[in-house]
Antibody, heavy 119, light 107 residues
């Protein structure tokens, strides 16, 4: 079935780096734009980044621009988020998501991976 | 960036009540507005796309309306499984944005 599975979360000190991954299965990954969305504990959803189907276009939220890099491997069917210069306010559950049904809406989500930035 | 403002931020209603949540965009987004429902510890679930289209498998008591800058999500008869947080989202711009959320509590 169509599935997204995130990994790579954990605890990290401020200023350090972490790389998240999202493994896609059950669909033609290379045909879909992919997003990262995060949710701080007890807070709302915050869109983080978008990468186009072929990886040529990337968009970032202002809160992460210049620190985070979204990338994808259309052979391995994986989506990554390289997070550098991490701050306490980056503490959140990170979800990958896509518009699989062509609805211009996020109809497929992963289960999320938790990132904690603390000294 | 397009700002999305939801109201109310929380509400408490009884089973069978009609519930309405509103979402306002800071600029015209046509019908590029989606609604999600999230329960604690789970990923969001798509309810409505393109402002008024019901996602497959979503009960018909849920509906959406609006265009331009003002949108509404309506639950015609609230059920116990409808508790949780509802979010609007604009996908008019590639810089996607979400509303702040509406927490729905069952009385």
């Amino acid at each position: 079935q169509v599935q997204l599975v995130e990994s790579g979360g954990g605890a990290v000190q401020p200023g350090r780096s972490l790389r998240l991954s999202c493994a896609a299965s059950g669909f033609t990954f290379r045909s879909y734009g992919m997003h990262w969305v995060r949710q701080a504990p007890g807070k709302g959803l915050e869109w983080v980044a978008l990468i186009s189907d072929n990886g040529s276009n990337k968009y970032y939220a202002g809160s992460v621009k210049g620190r985070f890099t979204i990338s994808r491997d259309n052979v391995r069917n994986t989506l990554d988020l390289q997070m550098n210069s991490l701050r306490a306010e980056d503490t959140a559950t990170y979800f990958c998501a896509t518009s699989y049904g062509g609805l211009d809406a996020f109809d497929i989500w992963g289960q999320g991976t938790m990132v904690t930035v603390s000294s | 960036d397009i700002q999305m403002t939801q109201s109310p931020s929380s509400l408490s209603a009884s089973v069978g009540d009609r519930v309405t949540i509103t979402c306002r965009a800071s600029q015209n987004i046509r019908d590029s507005l989606n609604w999600y429902h999230q329960k604690p510890g789970k990923a969001p679930n798509l309810l409505i796309y393109a402002a008024s289209s019901l996602q497959s498998g979503v009960p018909s008591r849920i509906s959406g309306s609006g265009s331009g800058t003002d949108f509404t999500l309506t639950i015609s008869s609230l059920q116990p499984e409808d508790f949780g947080t509802y979010y609007c989202q604009q996908t008019y711009s590639p810089w996607v944005s979400f509303g702040g959320g509406t927490n729905v509590e069952i009385k």
